[in-house]
Structures are given as C-alpha cells and as structure tokens.
C-alpha cells in the first residue's frame, strides 16, 4: 500500500492575512510561488500511481511549481465553501459572533452558488476522494495538492474520524504531510512538513 502525500498551496494575500479563502481565485504570492519551489525536493523523485489537484489556480500553481507530474484537477478537492464568510477573519466573524466555530457552526449563505457547507459536506467530498485514490494507493504513492480545511478533514476521514475532528490538524500554507498506514491502519507518517 502506498502513501497518501498531502500538499497545502504556497501563501496567498488571504492566507497571509487569516481571510477565509474559498472560491475566490487569488495567486500565489511572491512568498507562495517560493515555497511552492521549495517543495520540489519533498515531492520530485517519486513516482506517483495519481496525482490530484484543487482545480483552483493556487494549488495547480503550486504542483507546478513543487514539479509534481500528472497532475489532474478534481473539483471535489476544492476548498471548504465559506459561503457568507469569503473574505472575512475569524477576528472579525467574532466581532458579532463570539463563540462561532467553524467546526460546529458552520457558515451563512453566501451569494447564489455559494450556499455555504458544513463539515459533513466536506466529509462526504473527501469520502469520494478518498475512495477513488483507493485503487491507486494499493499500486502506490497518491499526491494531492489542495487547502488547508479540506485537507483537515480528509485527514480526519482517513483516519476513521468524524469530519469536525480535522479541527485537530493545524496546516501551514506549502507544507507537505504524509498518510501511511501501520499494522493495516491509517497512520499520520509526517505533518506539516517543509524543506
């Protein structure tokens, strides 16, 4: 069984800042399109049974860059959809709502197409990503370069948790983590990794 490589996307103005980044586009950084690069080593030499991707610009920017060959986008590798909170902080969700959590409040209606999604909806999106990785994982290695909450609660699905329990992974922007398995079971091997 191989591993499952997870990639978090160089930094963006809005992870820079603590902005809730879902559908909006933005690109890398400077800073972003440098630690992209400086994934290569991490990522390069390996041979890949798949390699997937956020279909967004600051993911397939960031497989570039890192050198990750193959790589096909997946819609379902998207970002957690903040719905009326794109663009907004924490800092200032708080303002108004003082014990809002994303993990168990969720998020508002954005505009039309955003509805918002709760972590059970993400958790449904990483079961599919999951289970069409599987056949490639029994062949080998998997990569999969998307967001930081996504990748929180594919983590937690992997592991066999519920999706509020990727709570639990903090993700840096351009970080490589890697699944395994011990004994037959999903085992975190690396997190949060950089060069």
Same mark, same amino acid.
């Given at each position: 069984? +191989?591993? #499952?490589?997870?990639?978090?996307?160089?930094?963006?103005?809005?992870?820079?800042?603590?902005?809730?980044?879902?559908?909006?586009?933005?690109?890398?950084?400077?800073?972003? &399109? $440098?630690?992209?690069?400086?994934?290569?080593?991490?990522?390069?030499?390996?041979?890949?049974?798949?390699?997937?991707?956020?279909?967004?610009?600051? !993911? #397939?920017?960031?497989? $570039?860059? !890192? +050198?990750?060959?193959?790589?096909?986008?997946?819609?379902? #590798? =998207? &970002?957690?959809?903040?719905?009326?909170?794109? +663009?907004?902080?924490?800092?200032?969700? =708080?303002?108004?709502?003082?014990?809002?959590?994303?993990?168990?409040?969720?998020?508002?209606?954005?505009? $039309?197409?955003?509805?918002? &999604?709760?972590?059970?909806?993400?958790?449904?999106?990483?079961?599919?990503? #999951?289970?069409?990785?599987?056949?490639?994982? !029994?062949?080998?290695?998997?990569?999969?370069? !998307? =967001?930081? =909450?996504?990748?929180?609660?594919?983590?937690?699905?992997?592991?066999?948790?519920?999706?509020?329990?990727?709570?639990?992974?903090?993700?840096?922007?351009?970080?490589?983590?890697?699944?395994?398995?011990?004994?037959?079971?999903?085992?975190?091997? &690396?997190?949060?990794?950089?060069?």
């Amino acid at each position: 069984m +191989g591993d #499952l490589l997870l990639v978090r996307h160089g930094e963006t103005e809005w992870s820079r800042s603590g902005q809730h980044t879902s559908w909006t586009d933005l690109p890398l950084t400077g800073q972003g &399109e $440098e630690q992209a690069k400086s994934l290569a080593p991490l990522l390069t030499g390996r041979t890949y049974a798949r390699a997937l991707s956020s279909p967004l610009g600051r !993911a #397939l920017r960031t497989a $570039e860059l !890192a +050198g990750i060959p193959g790589v096909e986008p997946d819609p379902d #590798l =998207h &970002e957690w959809d903040y719905g009326g909170y794109e +663009g907004i902080t924490t800092v200032e969700i =708080h303002r108004s709502r003082p014990d809002w959590d994303l993990w168990t409040d969720g998020v508002p209606p954005g505009p $039309e197409g955003h509805p918002g &999604e709760s972590p059970e909806l993400i958790g449904a999106r990483a079961d599919r990503v #999951l289970a069409r990785v599987a056949p490639a994982l !029994a062949e080998g290695d998997v990569v999969l370069v !998307a =967001h930081s =909450h996504f990748l929180r609660v594919l983590t937690a699905r992997r592991l066999g948790l519920p999706p509020a329990d990727g709570r639990l992974f903090q993700l840096a922007t351009a970080t490589v983590s890697r699944l395994s398995t011990e004994h037959g079971h999903p085992v975190i091997a &690396e997190w949060n990794v950089r060069p």
